[in-house]
């Protein structure tokens, strides 16, 4: 087995290429931009990434990573390449790839480690997701040449909890209606109203209870809802009687009794399309869903005609396949929806911990330790994290998109 070849821990020896793909700070301001037009405050736009030093993933900071290999003196161990060119056969990542010992991405601009980019990257030891969510990588095809997967679990699930109570409420309460007639000089109550609801005594399920799930589930308790929960795995009794959450072994079980579903499993091959147009069917008439863990988990035209046809009542998330979003992505312009973006585990307080993480990951790798247990998916071979199946949910993707 070539696998028993790969030395498990052995430090490294020699200068290693780091490629870091993050999104640009410019980014941020062309989007500032748009909004600040109407506001007329365009001066202040300026460079986010450049004049906000805390927005640490992004291009122009870098997770900090400059600054740290400086500090360690670390200048002739690790050669860093910072990029958000990740398109293109001509794209820095993908030449920069064939020399790359470690890969760090973020889900927010995911480089797609696809099984062609795999194999073109022959150096590749360790994929770093900086965030949670590491299905933008074959974690087959790493298995297979022994590549490590870790992320930084943990690190934004308060921050992606918080954004789905906000999308909740934003959908149940009609807020974006109600806003855009501000902005449009409107006052036309009984059309927000129409669609305004409290979400007290609703019935809201999350299709997995794990480190973000449970967290929604906590926020939502004091809105004295009726709380659901589906998961592979079951929750300690005593956090179900705490919760008063009643638990589904299956999906469609959860989808039939719920007013709001909530989304927060990882992609893998078995939950990919999870939500298509048999389990969106089984939803209740003029439910919600909410979707902050990936885009490829939904089926994207089966939820637009859900949506066109009333099925559903609105649609909110912040996760899109692929990523970025093209500009006629249906679901920008599709009715009764509350999409972002995908920022909501990219709060500042988040990058914070996620740059820390990724720094404590490189530094495990380059001395040889052990990483902590809960940050790896694939190690030695194998998927490690049970939350993963092994499997490859970039398929379809050419890493070119
Ligand atoms: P976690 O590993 O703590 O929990 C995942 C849960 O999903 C586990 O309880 C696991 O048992 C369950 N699960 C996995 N496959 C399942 C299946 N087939 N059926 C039922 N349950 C299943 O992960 P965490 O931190 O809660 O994150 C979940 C996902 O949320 C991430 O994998 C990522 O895709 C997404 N995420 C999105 C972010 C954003 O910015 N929008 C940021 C962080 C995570």
């Known amino acids: 087995n070539p696998l028993t070849r790969i030395p498990r821990y052995a430090s490294t020896s020699g200068q290693q290429t780091v490629l870091v793909v993050l999104y640009e700070g410019s980014m941020l301001i062309l989007y500032c931009l748009i909004i600040l037009k109407r506001s007329s405050v365009f001066s202040k736009g300026g460079d986010a990434g450049k004049r906000n030093k805390n927005i640490l993933g992004c291009v122009e900071n870098a997770l900090g990573l400059p600054k740290w290999i400086k500090e360690n003196n670390l200048e002739n161990r690790l050669k860093l390449v910072v990029t958000s060119d990740k ?82 409420l934003a959908l149940v309460r009609n807020f974006i209606p109600a806003y855009k007639q501000v902005i449009n000089g409107e006052w036309d109550i009984a059309q927000i109203a129409d669609k305004a609801r409290d979400l007290e005594n609703k019935h809201i399920g999350t299709v997995a209870a794990g480190r973000i799930g449970l967290r929604v589930l906590q926020r939502l308790k004091p809105f004295n809802v009726h709380l659901h929960y589906y998961d592979k795995f079951r929750l300690d009794k005593s956090i179900e009687k705490d919760l008063n959450v009643k638990y589904h072994s299956n ?63 609105g649609y909110a998330g912040d996760v899109w396949y692929p990523q970025p979003a093209s500009k006629d992505h249906p679901w920008r312009s599709m009715p009764r929806h509350a999409m972002t973006p995908h920022y909501s585990g990219t709060t500042l307080d988040a990058q914070a911990r996620y740059a820390a993480g990724v720094k404590e990951i490189l530094e495990n790798w380059l001395n040889g330790r052990p990483q902590r247990e809960e940050y790896l998916i694939v190690d030695k071979g194998r998927v490690v994290s049970n939350a993963y199946t092994e499997g490859d949910a970039t398929k379809g993707h050419s890493g070119n998109k």
């Not at 398109?87 to 991405?105: F, H, M, R, W």
């Open 251 to 313: 999906v469609e079980s959860l989808v039939k009794e719920c007013d709001i579903v909530t989304i927060n499993c990882p992609l893998h091959p078995e939950t990919e399309h999870m939500f298509n147009k048999k389990m969106i069917s089984l939803m209740k008439k003029g439910s919600y869903l909410v979707n902050t863990a990936r885009g490829k988990i939904i089926d994207r035209d089966a939820l637009v005609d859900a949506i066109k046809s009333n099925h559903l009542e």
């Open 87 to 168: 398109q293109g056969e001509n794209s820095v990542v993908e030449k920069t790839l064939p020399e790359a010992s470690v890969v760090i991405s973020q889900p927010f601009w995911p480089c797609y480690l696809d099984n062609k980019r795999i194999d073109k990257a022959k150096n590749l030891k360790l994929a770093i997701t900086a965030g949670v969510g590491s299905d933008h990588v074959n974690l087959e095809a790493a298995c297979k040449r022994g590549i490590t997967v870790a992320e930084v679990s943990g690190s934004n699930v308060v921050s992606v909890a918080e954004h789905v109570v906000m999308q909740m």
